[in-house]
């Protein structure tokens, strides 16, 4: 006698449902239910960030101090520039709801604050990238008046620090501030005429560099941030063709990582193993099972699940951003500051 309707059923696989498969071996399919998502460990990744911070912080004094010949003051002058405009990016981007927010310091060329969101809007990306420069500029220009009355010739140098910094940030050369607010305003990054734009910001940049080299041999390794501009720029071409080739597999990789379903995850976890060149050696699913590699599978899913931007800023805020970008270099000049950049 036939006792397999007397036996619990067990949980069907996702492929069971497929055209062809037979099921009438049982009155009722059980749906399958996939392994729940890792969970993403934020604790870790903020003691992570500001681990990173702090000591790259202490390694871009350290370098500054014996790169300028143990002149502590000018260091700390120069730190000071460097750490205010980056308080300013990342106070403007913890108003606007950003995570896993950090400054990270490169010794000889700057600092940068990164954040990640979701949605990002065009209107607080542009005040994000303002946020840097224009207080460190107003700052300067406050200095440099005290310095006046004061008689004070430190403070009006930590003035031409404040403003000059500042100001040179502005320029429409990316990676600087001035280039990211051109990009933007008017260019798509991942479109021809944003790559163009690249481009000639590395040979700008490159003439630059290798002029101040000329001058002193040691400024030759300030060519690093041309190449590494350009390894990006080839690091972003990889990454979207490797989205478009995700995509075609039926995974919609618009949405956060918060928002995907657990079978979503185990979808977009087979697509990537199927294309990534640092996940092939992880085994695809099914068998549904984590691997001792999963950390890496989610680090690499978020890095391709994409933002939306949102172009919400419209023709009279982009003029008050242009005025507002012009007034940073005129400021200085009709105040008669006298900056090396102007003489």
């Known amino acids: 006698m036939d006792n397999v309707n007397d036996q619990p059923a067990s949980p069907a696989s996702p492929e069971s449902n497929f055209p062809g498969t037979d099921s009438s071996h049982s009155d009722q399919v059980v749906p399958f239910i996939y392994p729940a998502k890792p969970e993403l460990e934020e604790n870790k990744k903020k003691a992570n960030a500001w681990l990173r911070s702090l000591s790259s912080l202490v390694l871009y004094f350290l370098i500054g101090y014996f790169f300028f010949n143990r002149n502590w003051m000018l260091v700390l002058i120069l730190t000071a520039v460097v750490v205010i405009h980056e308080m300013g990016h990342f106070l403007a981007m913890k108003l606007y709801k950003y995570t896993e927010l950090g400054i990270f310091f490169i010794p000889l060329l700057g600092a940068y604050a990164s954040g990640t969101k ?21 700052a300067g220009i406050l200095i440099y008046f005290l310095a006046l009355q004061q008689d004070s010739r430190f403070l009006e140098e930590t003035s031409m620090f404040f403003i000059f910094l500042n100001v040179i940030n502005l320029i429409p050369v990316y990676p600087l501030d001035g280039g990211q607010l051109l990009n933007r305003l008017f260019l798509d990054e991942s479109g021809i005429i944003g790559k163009i734009f690249s481009v000639l910001s590395c040979l700008l940049i490159s003439w630059f560099f290798i002029n101040l080299g000329l001058q002193k041999n040691v400024f030759f390794v300030l060519l690093l941030i041309p190449v590494m501009m350009l390894m990006r720029m080839f690091s972003d071409i990889k990454h979207e063709r490797l989205v478009n080739q995700i995509e075609k597999e039926g995974v919609d990789l618009n949405t956060a990582y918060e928002d995907i379903s657990d079978e979503q995850y185990w979808k977009i976890r087979s697509a990537m193993i199927k294309h990534h060149p ?11 099972e984590y691997s001792d590699q999963e950390e890496k599978v989610v680090s690499s899913m978020q890095g391709l699940l994409q933002r939306v931007i949102i172009m919400d800023l419209p023709v009279f805020g982009k003029i008050l951003v242009i005025l507002i970008w012009v007034g940073c270099f005129v400021a200085p000049l009709l105040m008669n500051i006298p900056l090396p950049l102007f003489n």
């Open 118 to 138: 979701r949605e990002v809007s065009q209107t607080q990306s542009v005040i994000i990238i303002l946020a840097g420069p224009v207080p460190g500029i107003i």
């Open 278 to 288: 640092d996940l092939q050696d992880i085994p695809q699913a099914p068998p549904y």
